[in-house]
């Protein structure tokens, strides 16, 4: 099953881009508009280049037809795992942090 970050947005108005572009965007307009009005100009002129560049950031080709393509390869990463099988990996280094914690780097089996 794919998480939510591995799906791509196909409309503006995806969950991604009501959660992510526009309540933000509105809490920031209406924010600005109760504290201080004079600002809303650049509120809405910052709004406009952070939603743009998220948008496009997030899916190219809503905005630029032809830019960016929603493949498999695009969607999901390669696989280290193979959940049918064991796999043996050799422990490459152990950073011990603290007396429960350790940061275990191992070098990974070739697939």
Request: proline fraction near 9%; hydrophobic fraction near 40%; aromatic fraction near 8%.
């Amino acid at each position: 099953m794919a998480t939510p970050q591995e799906i791509r947005p196909t409309s503006l108005f995806s969950p991604q881009f009501i959660t992510g572009v526009y309540l933000p965007t509105g809490l920031l307009l209406v924010g600005v508009g109760l504290t201080k009005p004079e600002w809303l100009p650049y509120a809405v002129a910052a709004s406009l280049v952070l939603s743009t560049l998220k948008i496009y950031s997030t899916a190219p080709e809503l905005i630029v037809p032809g830019k960016g393509s929603i493949t498999a390869q695009n969607v999901t990463s390669p696989k280290a795992l193979k959940p049918d099988q064991f796999q043996h990996f050799t422990l490459k280094e152990k950073n011990v942090l603290s007396h429960n914690t350790a940061m275990h780097a191992s070098l990974i089996a070739s697939l």
